[in-house]
């Protein structure tokens, strides 16, 4: 590498670490789960059978690096996708402002019932418009 390829290089870094970065989510890849939104970690871990408790996405959309910061597109990052775990759809909703519908997450809570690891009670009809849900 260049003199001059090298402080280029160094340059865009300096940049990078003076920006003040703000983290998007916490993402789990590997060992405990954490809460996307919040960070507390969860007793669970990655890729074990106890992660159907909780509401389960994949982000692939290579905005995010693999700590939940906004990438910097001048810098080349191996494209992997982030794991996101919510207490449920509804919490992933508020955080993301998606687009869920009311039978997908009535869907989500029938399948915890059906798992007896159901720890909210929605009692929403399909095709009902909410924002949120009231939690019992």
């Known amino acids: 590498m260049t003199e001059q390829a090298t402080q280029q290089?160094?340059?865009i870094l300096n940049?990078?670490?003076k920006k003040e970065k703000k983290k998007h989510y916490?993402?789990?890849?590997n060992g405990y789960i954490v809460n996307a939104k919040?960070?507390?970690q969860y007793p669970i871990k990655f890729k074990s059978k106890d992660t159907s408790a909780l509401y389960h996405v994949i982000d692939s959309s290579a905005k995010y690096d693999k700590h939940g910061y906004i990438r910097d597109r001048k810098i080349n990052y191996i494209?992997?996708?982030?794991?996101?775990?919510?207490?449920?759809?509804e919490q992933y909703k508020m955080h993301h402002g998606s687009n869920i519908t009311t039978d997908e997450i009535i869907a989500w809570h029938k399948k915890q019932q059906?798992?007896?690891i159901n720890i909210y009670n929605t009692d929403?009809?399909?095709?009902e418009e909410i924002d949120c849900i009231e939690v019992k």
Do not use: A, M, Q, R
């Open 79 to 89: 494209n992997e996708p982030n794991h996101l775990f919510y207490d449920s759809p």
């Open 26 to 29: 916490y993402p789990s890849n």
């Open 38 to 40: 919040t960070g507390i």
């Open 124 to 127: 929403l009809e399909p095709n």
């Open 15 to 17: 940049k990078v670490n």
């Open 9 to 11: 290089t160094t340059d």
């Open 114 to 116: 059906e798992l007896n």
